[in-house]
């Protein structure tokens, strides 16, 4: 039988997830009072959704948010006035040098313009290098990039930092980003400049090398249209061979200069970019919604950085890794589509992932250390990867750069906490025995209808395992976290109907684990309506009707289920994080008892961690001993498992 890890790829998949959080940021909101589509903020629900598939739930739809809307299309051209001159810059052009002096233009500016609600922030915007001769080629082709701030600026936010539109893979330029590279205000939020986001493109397109004038292909955009679509960048306006050039440039060259100012990277360069986290998250910690994420929160972001520093030794073969590593994208597209068009998204999307994780591993060699915050909304106790870290990279590549670790995780988390605060007696039972993987015990559920195709029960073709157990895993996470059930059985059909056929979803709902948590899970439903709400492990309220707002906003058909559904899985949230805080438990004891301490959690991965031990088997019995302890406080089962790192083949 398949697959006995469990609770490590069910973390694997939210922690996929959360390199979207930092992929996705910075989107113009398509519609009016939800977040943009993909956006970065962590969710308090799992991202499993009605209407994705395996892919997208795999690649694309890292943590994301609503899905947009519009078809794809061409290029159009802007017919606003051009500015003709360059545009003075009010401050000096400093960020990427990790400046000591308040960053003025880093401020985050939530003025409403252009139809968008939503603010975008260079705060956001990682420092980023390039080795001395990539910036001299550049210069060769763009000889304004060394003596334009906005160009300069327009390279780093586009090409560098990255936002992509999951529908057409393009890159994404919100207004607030475009104001940042003229370097000046819009008119609309009381400054000078005239014509927005569309005037700053123009002015690229008429007055720089970026436009017809230059030795690239012209930069080409598509417009903006309120609650429709955002603006996209059809076309970057560089020239190829700076391109690649940018894609073949060696982190690891001792001649660097920062993008936004050509200035020589800092001897101090991971000191300075740490320092600067530091002082944004010091006060992180107040928004705590527990006691022990606070606790968990605070240790982590005061890990020492060396705890971390062995992955820089690794990042020569991530980068290999993820050259030749493939990208899933999902294949569906709207039929008015025409197919070649299609597939130009396809390929576009591959091409965006594989250059985020690029850049994310580049700049990994200059600054290790992840730091952590927890959800904007404040609901929810995990914390998340606030920079841009091993931790929002995909798991193969996260294990190519983490080799040097051991990986601990709640074995089937979700489930047992699911089964154990739900009273599902049935599913308890099969849970609570050390040798139950639900894997294999689904894949001998769906022995008859893979005999019916393949002619036996083992009959599945490798090459299918991964979309068979991707499209199960991702209707697990669906019944934990309150998905309707007829949706549950209707995306699994979609998903496994061209593998099993059209019974794949009804034949889920049969299982004897399954049908016992959706019968449980119902009467949690109407035990949360009939008491307004329920309690988190650390005896905290979680109110119905907060949540009852959050789904109207979300437009979601049954609102109340909805509802209830966002307060369950908050609640099962707040369970992980206690029963994961006996690391943290382990590690502060271990250190005020003994100054050389070899146990040290490196990074959080919610339901996982990956961990520096030298001696594990002495270490795990310590922390099965706690969690033991801690899981009967709380009334739960909870079992460790733990192996050590390898990276992929």
Same mark, same amino acid.
């Given at each position: ?31 009016? *009072? ?17 209407? %994705? ?6 690649? $694309? ?8 809307? +519009? ?272 597939? *130009? ?147 699994? $059909? ?40 329920? %309690? ?25 289920? +909805? ?66 302890? %801690? ?19």
């Amino acid at each position: 039988m398949r697959g006995t890890q469990e609770g490590r790829e069910d973390r694997e998949r939210e922690q996929e997830t959360e390199r979207t959080r930092h992929t996705r940021e910075g989107r113009e909101q398509k519609h009016r *009072n939800h977040a943009p589509n993909d956006t970065e903020t962590p969710r308090e629900d799992p991202s499993v959704e009605p209407g %994705k598939s395996g892919p997208q739930r795999r690649e $694309t739809a890292k943590d994301g948010g609503v899905r947009a809307g +519009a078809e794809e299309k061409g290029a159009l051209r802007t017919v606003q006035p051009r500015p003709e001159t360059v545009p003075e810059q009010k401050t000096p052009d400093t960020s990427d040098d990790t400046s000591d002096k308040d960053d003025k233009e880093g401020d985050t500016r939530y003025e409403k313009g252009e139809g968008s609600d939503w603010g975008w922030t260079s705060a956001r915007l990682e420092p980023k290098t390039i080795g001395r001769e990539t910036w001299e080629k550049i210069v060769r082709h763009h000889s304004d990039f060394d003596t334009t701030a906005a160009v300069r600026r327009y390279v780093k936010a586009v090409v560098f930092n990255t936002w992509m539109d999951r529908d057409t893979g393009l890159p994404l330029v919100p207004w607030q980003m475009l104001e940042w590279v003229i370097g000046e205000r819009f008119a609309a939020n009381g400054g000078d400049w005239h014509g927005g986001g569309e005037a700053v493109l123009a002015w690229l397109h008429d007055q720089t090398s970026l436009g017809p004038s230059g030795e690239g292909p012209a930069i080409d955009w598509n417009d903006y249209k309120a609650n429709e679509r955002c603006r996209t960048i059809e076309t970057i306006g560089l020239h190829p061979g700076v391109l690649k050039a940018i894609e073949e440039d060696v982190p690891a060259d001792p001649d660097r200069v920062y993008v936004q100012t050509g200035n020589p990277l800092h001897e101090n360069h991971g000191y300075k970019v740490r320092t600067k986290w530091e002082e944004q998250l010091k006060d992180e910690v107040e928004g705590a919604p527990s006691e022990t994420a606070a606790r968990v929160l605070r240790h982590m972001n005061g890990q020492n950085s060396k705890t971390t520093s062995k992955i820089t030794d690794h990042v020569p073969e991530a980068l290999r890794h993820v050259h030749r590593r493939s990208y899933e994208v999902d294949l569906t597209w709207d039929r008015r589509m025409h197919f070649q068009a299609n597939m *130009n998204r396809v390929e576009r999307i591959r091409g965006y992932q594989r250059r985020f994780d690029r850049e994310v591993v580049k700049g990994i060699t200059h600054q290790h250390k992840p730091f952590y915050r927890f959800s904007p909304d404040g609901r929810t106790d995990r914390i998340f990867s606030a920079n841009h870290s091993a931790l929002i990279l995909p798991s193969d590549v996260r294990k190519v750069l983490c080799q040097d670790f051991h990986e601990i995780d709640l074995k089937s988390a979700h489930l047992m906490i699911a089964a154990w605060l739900w009273g599902a007696d049935r599913a308890k039972a099969k849970l609570r025995r050390e040798d139950y993987s639900v894997w294999d015990d689904l894949y001998r559920h769906y022995g008859p209808l893979i005999t019916e195709r393949f002619g036996t029960p083992d009959g599945l073709p490798d090459s299918e395992w991964s979309n068979f157990k991707g499209a199960l895993k991702g209707a697990l996470y669906s019944v934990v976290f309150g998905m309707n059930e007829a949706n549950v059985k209707g995306n699994l $059909t979609h998903e496994l109907k061209p593998l099993l056929g059209e019974e794949a979803g009804v034949h889920f709902g049969r299982h004897e684990l399954i049908r016992n948590l959706l019968d449980a899970r119902q009467k949690q439903f109407i035990q949360i309506q009939r008491q307004e709400g329920m %309690k988190a492990a650390s005896g905290r309220w979680i109110d119905l009707r907060s949540r009852i707002k959050v789904a109207q906003r979300e437009g979601r058909s049954n609102v109340m289920q +909805a509802a209830a559904a966002k307060v369950l899985g908050t609640v099962a949230q707040s369970y992980e994080m206690e029963l994961m805080s006996v690391l943290v438990d382990l590690e502060q004891e271990r250190e005020s008892r003994d100054a050389r301490n070899y146990f040290r959690v490196a990074f959080w991965l919610h339901d996982g961690a990956y961990v520096q031990a030298r001696s594990i088997g002495a270490r795990m019995k310590d922390l099965d001993e706690r969690l033991e302890q %801690k899981a009967k406080k709380l009334g739960v089962h909870a079992r460790f498992e733990h192996e050590p790192i390898e990276p992929p083949n």
